[in-house]
């Protein structure tokens, strides 16, 4: 029996980010003989949303070798620290979730274990004090964190805003420049092979035919090759992420200051969105159009953008939930084909790269075997639930008075995973993650205790340490992060200094060798 045969030819269809960053990533295929080729259409436009980003975007740009400088300043970019969520516990209420580590853990029990027992005594300020990205972004400032664990700055993280536009239009030239061949065209129909269903090619208009080997559906929302051609069905998690549309604008930015974090403020029917760039802010409201009629969401916008706007309000419907697999046969959804939950927590760019980094390490010859496609759906569907868990939480832990759609989702019952999560945090403040979970356990800590669910108890190995050392060293810890916050330049300083954005686009500076 011979060996089944290599991937010959990789056909990509949809150029949003999604289409780009895979194009970007198996962009190095090219040199092993393999065809890339993204077909997109300029008739359709992309999303046009999506610019605020979780910290291991930084392992993506790493991977392909780009220079951060570059990249921010190619994409009008900025940083960010983390989420400032106003209103969310109840009206009037602000807490944030900072991507850097909370305090340090003693003799291997956890800070948030020795600071539960302090706040409780009334001897430890809130949790936030203690965290250095939550400081910086109060203060407004930002240095790189570094390597060197003795140094203050390594408990720092930080992940990026920047213009979808510019973000696609940088890894398309990062892709073109490794060899891979774009194709503008509108796809009109998808040929399907009769032995076994997979896909053989696509007819774009022009009357050209693509063929490839394998497909990796971006076409957004409309999932053209895993929805419409494959027919795979959707699983709906709008009983639990009830917003389902969302109006989006841009501004300009009210003053000088970039705030190195995104927004999320808490109004009747959703919440709004805010992401600095450089060059001006980003703003959405995701409603819930049961509660809310568009035209009442567009004013609740309009009347809280603080700049002036750029592009009108524009607006976008989604259905929450995933495809009920998301390889199937010779295709491979990335982006808004494969699902959606809505943009609270960002996730959603990453969970391209995450199937990106999982095709990769899965990657398939022309047997398609069952086996690595198998075991792709299964990782992406734990991590896309975890995601869905996490958001859920947002909303679940609310004590609003206002908008019924918070009383609702208060109300609701819980997927039985965060369900048991929740419990368990209130209980003893235990956490687990669970395989390979993309938030870490700081992340959760931060939203759950930001929510209001405060451990009843601590863990009793608090005790075993002399509580008038853990006092000092929480103290401690407070004092040297404040200092360090207040050292650090204004964020908007440190882009001048390092990133501003050209007045003219240029070129992506990549690293050789990428
Ligand atoms: C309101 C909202 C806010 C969001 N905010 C964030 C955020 O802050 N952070 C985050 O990580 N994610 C966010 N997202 C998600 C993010 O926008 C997407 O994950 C990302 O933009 C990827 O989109 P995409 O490339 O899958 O789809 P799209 O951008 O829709 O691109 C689809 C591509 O397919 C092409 N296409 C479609 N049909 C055809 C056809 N027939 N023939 C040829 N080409 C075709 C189009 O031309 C286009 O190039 C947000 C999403 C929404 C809805």
Redesign the pocket.
Known sequence: MSAPEPIRSIVI?????????AAAALARLVRTGVSVTL????????????????PPIRTFNAMLGIDEMDFLARTQGSIKLGIDFVGWLHEGHRYSHPFGEFGFDIEGVKFYQFWRKLHGQGAASWIEDYNLCAMAMKAGRYLPPVPDPNSVLSRLSHAY?FD?SLY?AYLRGYAEARGVRRIE????DVALRGEDGFIES?L?EGERRIAGDLWID?????A?LIGAALETGFESWSHWLQCDR?V?MTATSPGTAITPY?RATAHQAGWQ?R?PLQHRI?T?Y?YCSSDISDEDARATLLANVEGEPIRDPYV?R?EPGRRKQLWVRNCVS?????G?V??LE???????QAGITKLLALFPDRGFSPVERDEYNRLTIIQLEQIRDFIILHYHANRRTTGELWRRVREMELPETLARKIELFRRRGRFFRYEDELFAESSWIAVLLGQGIIPEDYDPLVDAIDPADVRRKLDRIREVFARAAEAMPRHEEWIARNCPAPAEPAPAQVRKHA
């Not at 065209?185 to 009109?188: A, D, S």
């Not at 971006?218 to 409309?222: K, L, M, S, V, Y």
């Not at 990335?334 to 494969?338: E, F, P, R």
């Not at 960002?346 to 391209?352: A, E, K, L, N």
Request: proline share 2%; aromatic share 8%; with cysteine.
């Open positions: 269809v949809g150029g949003g980010t999604a289409g780009w960053m077909v997109e259409s300029d008739a359709i436009a992309t999303v046009g949303v999506g610019e605020a980003t979780i805003h979808a696609a065209g509108r796809v009109l696509v774009l971006c076409t957004g929302f409309r053209l969302a989006a995104t969105w992401i980003g959405g995701v976008l989604f990335l982006g808004l084909a494969s959606f809505e943009p960002s996730t959603s760019i990453h969970t391209i």
